[in-house]
């Protein structure tokens, strides 16, 4: 992890003085043979000057929507052979074009998407935070929690999930990996009571975080567009990754019930709001004063970015080269003699 929170601040430092470019993120839905699935493409790609890679991310999806217990949440489901999902990320050189790794993005997209989050932690909250709260459970609050806990000398660890056992489980597991107590919590309204820090790691498209909620300085980020329209009025400061709202195509007859929030829709004010590329650079400022609310992520702009999986495939790419690991694989097996 400290290695991706570095790959990350590099790539959005380099994105914000025009040495990294990015296109936003492609959904296209098509309705499943399977009655009540929805099948998702999902691309984009971004490139790093410095680094000389160009990564290309995709993944093939089958959604399932559960719409119990009042709240609205988007299910994959690993239907791929073998009980498999299907995701990955392609790099290629920009120096001679030639491919040079294909990735699994699981981890590595976890993995990103929690340093990013963190940066925002890093330059957006109180420097005295000790108390985390985390909505979720799964393999990003998984992340989450171990990039948060980088960048704030925390103390305490609040988690809610709505399951019970999957609470539990992730505090027992997650406890000796942070170093501090993490408590699972009953109530939701708990995990912001008294925290300096919010992260939302959920798969919720239904509001997580709310403004009734909210205290004087605290820091709030959700990797979901997951705040109430009362959240939104209570924030100060907006901080944004940069990127620029994901472009949604459907197929008529997909059911595709999180369209608004995929599509960027958001009740933030962006006259209040400053990029994470501006802040690292020194450009911006990230919080004004000890009782002012920021907020990362949930403007809109926060879909993943083609830079993020550039920097990040980089790092393991020259990691993989140094232990010796991977297949390697002929490269001619992926070039022509005949151009396209």
């Keep these: 992890m400290p290695m991706c929170l570095d790959a990350m601040e590099e790539a959005f430092g380099e994105f914000a003085k025009g040495e990294a470019i990015d296109r936003p993120r492609a959904?296209?839905?098509?309705?499943?043979?399977?009655?009540?699935?929805?099948?998702?493409?999902?691309?984009?790609?971004?490139?790093?000057?410095?680094?000389?890679?160009?990564a290309l991310r995709f993944s093939s999806d089958m959604l399932e929507f559960d719409q119990s217990?009042?709240?609205?949440?988007?299910?994959?489901?690993?239907?791929?052979?073998?009980?498999?999902?299907?995701?990955?990320?392609?790099?290629?050189s920009i120096a001679n074009c030639e491919p040079l790794a294909i990735l699994h993005d699981g981890y590595l997209q976890s993995f990103r998407v929690g340093a990013t989050y963190a940066l925002g932690t890093k330059y957006m909250a109180r420097e005295d935070a000790k108390v985390l709260g985390i909505y979720g459970s799964g393999l990003q609050a998984r992340a989450g929690i171990q990039a948060q806990c980088l960048v704030r000398e925390f103390e305490e660890v609040k988690v809610y999930s709505p399951n019970r056992a999957h609470r539990e489980a992730f505090a027992y597991e997650m406890e000796p990996v942070v170093k501090m107590p993490v408590r699972p919590v009953e109530d939701p309204r708990e995990v912001m009571k008294g925290a300096d820090v919010v992260l939302a790691a959920t798969n919720s498209f239904s509001p997580v975080i709310r403004g009734e909620w909210i205290e004087p300085g605290m820091h709030v980020t959700a990797i979901n567009n997951c705040y109430d329209e009362e959240a939104y009025r209570r924030i100060d400061l907006f901080g944004r990754n940069g990127g620029e709202r994901p472009v949604t195509y459907v197929c008529s007859g997909a059911f595709v019930p999180n369209l608004a929030s995929m599509s960027g829709k958001t009740y933030a004010d962006l006259?209040?709001?400053?990029?994470?590329?501006?802040?690292?650079?020194?450009?911006?400022?990230?919080r004004m004063s000890a009782e002012q609310v920021t907020s990362f992520g949930g403007t809109g702009g926060e879909a993943g970015r083609g830079i993020q999986f550039a920097a990040v495939g980089a790092c393991i790419l020259k990691e993989a080269n140094r232990r010796g690991i991977g297949r390697e694989l002929p490269t001619e097996w992926f070039t022509s003699t005949i151009h396209s």
Excluded at 70 to 91: D, M, N, S, T, Y
Excluded at 271 to 286: E, Q, S
């Design 69 to 92: 217990g009042g709240e609205l949440r988007q299910e994959k489901i690993p239907v791929a052979p073998g009980g498999r999902f299907v995701g990955l990320v392609w790099l290629f």
């Design 271 to 286: 006259t209040k709001a400053v990029t994470l590329g501006d802040v690292i650079l020194g450009r911006a400022k990230g």
């Design 27 to 54: 959904h296209t839905y098509i309705p499943s043979p399977t009655e009540g699935r929805t099948y998702m493409f999902k691309s984009f790609e971004g490139g790093i000057r410095k680094l000389e890679i160009m």
